[in-house]
C-alpha cells in the first residue's frame, strides 16, 4: 500500500505562485512514477504532470507546459507541483498519485490522495 498526502493548495491571485507537495509512505518503491492530476467542477479529471522518480524523466500537459514545475526531494519521499503565472482556468482540486509508468493515464495511477483546493481569482 501507498498513502499520499497533498497539502499546499489555496486561494492565489491570477499570475501568481503557489506550491503543492506530496508526502508518499508505504511501498512507494513498487510505483515509479508520481503524477497530479485536477479536477474543475463540471470537467473530466485532467492530467497536469507526472515524474519518474527514478530517472526524474518528465511528462507536462500542453495546458500547463512552461508554467508548472514537477520536482521531487527522494529523501523526504515527496513530491512538489510549482505552479507559476496560474490562470482562472488553472482552479480545480489537484490530486498526487502514484502510478507504473510515467504517461498520461489516470488508470496506470494505482494510489491516489485526498486532493487539495487550488483558486484562482481574476
Known amino acids: 500500500q501507498v498513502q499520499l498526502i497533498e497539502s499546499g493548495g489555496g486561494l492565489v491571485q491570477a499570475g501568481g505562485p503557489l506550491i503543492l507537495s506530496c508526502a508518499a509512505s508505504?511501498?512507494?518503491?513498487?510505483?515509479?512514477?508520481m503524477g497530479w492530476f485536477r479536477h474543475a467542477p463540471g470537467k473530466e479529471r485532467e492530467f497536469v504532470t507526472t515524474i519518474n522518480w527514478s530517472d526524474g524523466n518528465t511528462l507536462y500537459a500542453d495546458s500547463v507546459k512552461g508554467r508548472f514545475t514537477i520536482t521531487t526531494d527522494n529523501a523526504k519521499n515527496t513530491v512538489f507541483l510549482q505552479m507559476n503565472s496560474l490562470k482562472p482556468e488553472d482552479t480545480a482540486v489537484y490530486y498526487c498519485a502514484a502510478g507504473r509508468l510515467t504517461l498520461a493515464y489516470a488508470s496506470l495511477y494505482d494510489y491516489w490522495g485526498q486532493g487539495t483546493q487550488v483558486t484562482v481569482s481574476s
Open positions: 508505504g511501498r512507494i518503491f513498487s510505483n515509479i512514477a
